[in-house]
């Protein structure tokens, strides 16, 4: 699993810590605000169970991009695209990643199905996002696997960040800017919702069953 450095798990909890102290909530007219998928540190992963094993697969840095557009002080209308480059799926042995990414499953030598997106249709969030404060939300969007699309309503844990000049100054080499959004979510589907047979390795069968995370930061355009 890709980890922040350490320097940046340091700035995101002195943000938190800051948060509720030193920056006033947002304004009931704020504007829909661009915020840009950063790729360095963002990551999706899938687990799926064989019967030897938990199979995990991440991708991780440019396999990951995206852009959201939201409205701080109304974050329900929040749109946006997040995809995944699943020619960059890694899950630690490369005979199976080349069988999973073969014509049989993922397909990914055709343009077509090189992508996994997500495209964000609305959240259920509990008020506005507000500096350093941690919001659970029901990101309810459409998942696109091989060119079949399946809605889904994932389950979210939303933060948003404000950083001071000081902080920007120190971070933007990371490629911070002054808003930032953390979104770490969780969400189900199968190889069969998108078209495919349920894999075998060895003759022995997965799972149907694929469980879906992602830890996504997103920083304003």
């Known amino acids: 699993m890709r980890m922040f450095p350490r320097a940046i798990r340091l700035m995101s909890a002195t943000i938190l ?5 030193a920056l006033p909530p947002l304004p009931a007219t704020a504007e829909p605000i661009a915020f840009k998928l950063l790729s360095n540190y963002s ?3 899938f687990k799926t169970d064989a019967q030897l094993e938990t199979i995990v697969g991440t991708t991780a840095g440019p396999g990951v991009t995206g852009a959201v557009t939201v409205n701080l002080a109304k974050p329900q209308g929040a749109t946006g695209i997040i995809r995944i480059d699943l020619t960059t799926l890694n ?5 199976r990643d ?5 014509p049989e499953y993922l397909d990914t030598a055709n343009e077509a199905n090189r ?3 997500f495209e964000v249709k609305g959240v259920e969030i509990a008020g506005p996002l507000e500096p350093g404060k ?3 939300a029901k990101v309810t969007g459409v998942l696109t696997i091989k060119g079949k ?5 994932v389950d979210a844990r939303i933060t948003y960040l404000r950083l001071t000049p000081q902080e920007i100054e120190t971070y933007k080499r990371f490629g911070y800017t002054e808003d930032v959004l953390r979104v770490r979510a969780t969400f189900d589907t199968t190889f069969t919702n998108h078209g495919m047979q349920i894999p075998q390795y060895l003759f022995l069968k997965v799972a149907n069953h694929i469980q879906l995370e992602t830890d996504l930061t997103l920083v304003r355009q």
């Not at 080349?98 to 073969?102: E, F, I, R, S, V």
Request: proline share 3%; hydrophobic share 45%; glycine share 14%.
């Open 149 to 153: 699309p399946v809605e889904r309503v």
């Open 98 to 102: 080349a069988d999973m990414k073969g």
């Open 115 to 117: 992508y996994a997106v």
């Open 134 to 136: 941690e919001l659970s």
């Open 43 to 45: 990551r999706a992963t």
């Open 17 to 21: 810590f800051l948060g509720g102290v």
């Open 91 to 95: 899950s630690g042995v490369a005979k």
